[in-house]
């Protein structure tokens, strides 16, 4: 029989003898946040950049803070931008084989080239593929439920007696809310749920079957039971969680992370003598993110559609190949596979254009894909292909940024006058830099440490190891 992780079974409730002994506090110390988050530098992950830049931006304004991740320490990955010394690093026990969704993708490909035969390689990958859905259907919370005890156990162990003030988890994986949970509970504190992407309701880009669905929503609302507040990314989302869960849902955007513009490369990055060059950047959703009507809207340009390119980097499952093979416009198309974030940067501050494709469903209208953000940054118009009554299309709207389109005819109609102002005047005009105004990741992050003092003067209610911040001031 399977044990729920909220369990105290589970999770290993049973009291270490080396439980930290809690540290009152005089009231003039720094307030005291634990960060809970399976995905950390130096990871490159998406999933790592908003509790990263959570946890430095807390530590720059007066926090203490200690993270607990599952990302082993690495000279060569990205700078967390902490000190080692406040960061607990707990592997995962017992090793479980790495589920990877995108396994099968080669590596880079041009528009010409033609489909590699099939090979043991690509059974395996078929293989891989069916062991990645068979773990996301069975292992709950998610598949890194190996990870919930040992978290645990790593951060109780730890060398000191630190406590924390407030706890927060950061999720997907959605274990790590259990061990904020547990932490939290046996601390006394508070603790704060941050959803990058909604876990039982309001995520259909996790395909599960309807007891397991079932099984998650039950999970999550046992879980929940515990929580202070919970913070995702858009009204919608917080929305559903309201609805569903009764809990307090706040909303805090994902930001644009600043970043110095790319050096001078050799030669063009994006291979194409093209007038006008538009780029993806990042991951193609097989059945959800359609490339079909933007190659469908070359083709519609006839002898123009020669003088259009569109580059993919990013794995794509052949998706893209098959569109534009469909389409007819194959040598309008370039295929990279997967790029490096740095080459990837590049790509998009050298494109004319840039597409984003996301799902044409009521059901995504919640949804800011973090790209969104690395595009804005990169000052060029979007192109969107997407649900037209979605916070994504209506941020670009508002900012003036890009437009949407989703039916081949009012997109190769966006195309031609693109054609036609570089005939004009050589370029395409870059998106106003007033655009980013108020949507880079520090203008978001300071209201989320607000709900984190919050939450830390609130306490847990009826709870006699109620935090001593309650007779703070900040």
Known sequence: ?????????????????????????????????????????????????????LARFARDHGWDVRVLTAIAPSPEGVDAGLAETS??????????????????????????????????????????????????????????????????RGFLRGPDRWRPDVVVASGPPFSGFVVAASLARRFGVPWVADY?????????????????????????????????????????????????????????????????APPPAGGPTIPSAATLTLAHTGYVYPGKRDPGPLLDAIALLGPDAARVHVVFAGDDHGIVRAAAERAGVVDSVTLLGHVSAEKSWRIQVEADVLVLLMWNDPRDAGTYTGKIFDYLLAGRP?????????????????????????????????????????????????????????????????????????AAERGVPGSRARTATTSRRH
């Open 1 to 53: 029989m399977r044990r729920d992780p909220s369990d105290g079974a589970g999770t290993g409730d049973a009291q270490p003898a080396d439980l930290p002994t809690p540290v009152p506090s005089d009231g003039r110390d720094a307030p005291r946040l634990l960060l809970v988050s399976y995905h950390f530098p130096p990871a490159e992950t998406v999933g790592a950049r908003r509790p990263a830049a």
């Open 87 to 152: 960061i607990v690093r707990a592997e995962p026990t017992p090793r479980l084989p790495r589920l990877n969704r995108s396994a099968g993708t080669g590596a880079s490909a041009t528009s010409g080239a033609a489909p590699a035969p099939a090979t043991l390689a690509s059974v395996r990958a078929v293989a891989k593929g069916w062991v990645w859905k068979a773990g996301m259907e069975l292992l709950v919370p998610d598949p890194q439920v190996n990870w919930i005890r040992a978290a645990v």
């Open 196 to 260: 990058r992407d909604l876990w039982s309701v309001g995520n259909e880009y996790w395909v599960r079957s309807g007891p397991r669905r079932a099984l998650d929503r039950r999970l999550e609302q046992r879980v929940l039971r515990t929580v202070t507040t919970c913070v995702t990314v858009s009204e919608p989302l917080a929305d559903a969680l309201r609805s569903t869960f009764g809990v307090d849902a706040r909303v805090v955007m994902n930001g644009i992370d600043r970043r110095p």
């Open 382 to 454: 979007i192109l969107l292909l997407g649900y037209e009554g979605g916070v994504a299309a209506e941020l670009l709207r508002t900012r003036g940024a890009g437009v949407v389109g989703n039916d081949r005819e009012s997109i190769a109609a966006r195309l031609r006058e693109w054609l036609a102002v570089k005939d004009r005047t050589g370029r395409v005009p870059a998106v106003p830099a007033s655009a980013l105004d108020g949507l880079y990741r520090e203008d978001q992050l300071s209201g989320f440490l607000e709900i984190l003092r919050e």
